[in-house]
Nanobody
């Protein structure tokens, strides 16, 4: 079993910055990919960013240039640096991880508990 713990959400003014963290712990695993979705009331879930074991990254068009995803392999943690935040970035951000558990040939997806990001105008 693997647990993802998110942190770093909060309230900021438009133009400000936040950094989200997502730490994976528990059973031994092999990292495949991690990232964040976000969900705002009345809106569809959106994939914000992801990073793979090979280091490649992907971003939603709405956050390119402003957001940067990175990883710390020693801490089994990924970070989402969010700059130039806009009110439309307001949402609950959910970390996810696609992992292979130790000795398992099956890839599983795990989810964090979510963290609220609120950007005021």
């Amino acid at each position: 079993q693997v647990k993802l713990v998110e942190s770093g959400g909060g309230l900021v003014q438009a133009g400000g910055s936040l950094r989200l963290s997502c730490a994976a712990s528990g059973s031994r695993f092999s990292f495949n990919a991690m990232g964040w979705y976000r969900q705002a009331p009345g809106k569809q879930r959106e994939l914000v960013a992801r990073i793979t074991s090979g280091g490649s990254t992907n971003y939603a068009d709405s956050v390119k240039v402003r957001f940067t995803i990175s990883r710390d392999n020693a801490k089994n943690t990924v970070y989402l640096q969010m700059n130039s935040l806009k009110p439309e970035d307001t949402a609950v951000y959910y970390c996810y991880a696609d992992l292979y558990l130790h000795q398992s040939p099956y890839r599983r997806r795990y989810w964090g508990q979510g963290t609220q990001v609120t950007v005021s105008s």
